[in-house]
């Protein structure tokens, strides 16, 4: 590991120069055109549908896509293969509690002629028509599951995390080709572009299907990390093992697993989540340490429920911050609520509380709201940063998680 590149890195944070930021929408993405409109794309996992609403307090319906148009060619293909038939059952009764996972997490090209789709049960990227509805092309990932996205700040690429062979692939928008690929830790889970889409930052989150939970045998879930990758060689230069750097601030005993995150306005905080626990850490890029911890509420239903018993080691799995800084939009997704947090004081408004296992937040390309999708109750919220209320809900597919804003040609209709 490169010391220079990891001094480098440091300088450009301290600086503010790492373009994308976590937390902020992508350029490509958000973007305005003439030629398209933006919308909000909400993956439903288990329907293998992708609803499409307007991004604001409204949440119009505007259409809905089928992202497995090719189901039954795929189940066929697994049916035939008695090691990927075990993955698929595997992947349904560890990871999707009883369900095929069909979409994890989606982005459109710039010109929103087609919807990147990354589908774990198939193990598979695929880019859809969003016209005809039909496949461009599809990628196989390495391993037997496909997870988190990103999109490359100029909107020319993604990476995909395929969680069993600890690597992300890189993938041309356009053609599915693969780009590049690089190694990464246990599992890895969320990709954001970073330094203007000259770094990807990955988070692995290690075995969280296994019922291995208690502290002291946190070893088993594997090896976790935050990583930080030069895009173009693949190298990497930079590993942060959040449990030993919670447990150097005087919170021992915590997971090393990353979930969610989001960076301040001037990208030298990152905020962020882990498994079992119930809030979010401060974390100081420049001086390389956890500043504060933000414990929130726990709902009297989970205050003595076994690690064993969370979803996937989920306490929380969801937090966006507003583009001024100000407020953090948080997932409760053991205690079943979304909140707003004052940044300054880490205090929580009053819980949105209107449906249940909240798994994903996003915020608006205005900066007004947070989507926050309710997978339990197959909706999706708007929430005021302002005044930490709901302002607005539609009904979605079956099981909703991963929501982006992405891009549909202007006279796009499905009418």
Known sequence: MRKHGKLALRAALAAGLLGAGLGAPVPAQAAASDETREVLFVGNNWDGTVDIVTPDAALDRVGRLNVVPDLEERLAEIRLDPIRWAYFVGIRHLIGEGHDQFVDDMYTTPDGRILIVSRPSLADVVGIDTETGELVWRFAVDGQRSDHMALSPDGTEVAVSASTANTVHRLDVNTGEE?????????????????????????????????????????????????????????????????????????????????????????????????????????????????????????????????????????????????????????????????????????????????????????????????????????????????????????????????????????????
């Open 179 to 415: 780009i590049g690929s690089f190694p990464t830790g246990d599992q890895p889970h969320e990709n954001i572009y970073v330094d203007g889409g000259e770094r990807i930052v990955n988070a692995s989150i290690g075995t969280v299907y296994t019922a291995l939970d208690a502290p002291w045998l946190d070893w088993t879930k594997g090896q976790r990390f935050v990583q930080i990758t030069d895009r173009e060689t693949g190298e990497v230069i930079e590993r942060i093992n959040m449990r030993d750097k919670l447990a150097e601030a005087g919170y021992p005993d915590m997971s090393a697993a990353v979930r969610p995150m989001t960076f301040s306005p001037d990208e030298r905080y990152v905020y962020f989540q882990v498994s079992f626990f119930h809030g979010f850490v401060e974390y100081d890029l420049t001086e390389d340490r956890v500043t504060r911890v933000a414990e929130l509420p726990i709902a009297d239903a989970v205050e003595d429920l076994a690690r064993e018993e969370y979803l996937l080691d989920s306490a929380h799995h969801g937090i966006a911050m507003n583009p001024a800084g100000t407020d953090i939009c948080v997932a409760g997704t053991m205690s079943d609520y979304a909140t707003i947090v004052d940044r300054e004081t880490l205090t929580p408004a009053e819980p949105v509380t209107t449906g249940t296992k909240p798994y994903w937040a996003t915020q608006s390309a205005d900066g007004d709201h947070c989507f926050v999708s309710w997978s339990g109750t197959d909706q999706v919220s708007a929430i005021s940063y302002e005044t930490g209320e709901e302002v607005g809900t539609v009904t979605v597919g079956d099981h909703p998680q991963r929501m982006r804003l992405g891009r549909l040609p202007a006279d796009w209709s499905q009418e």
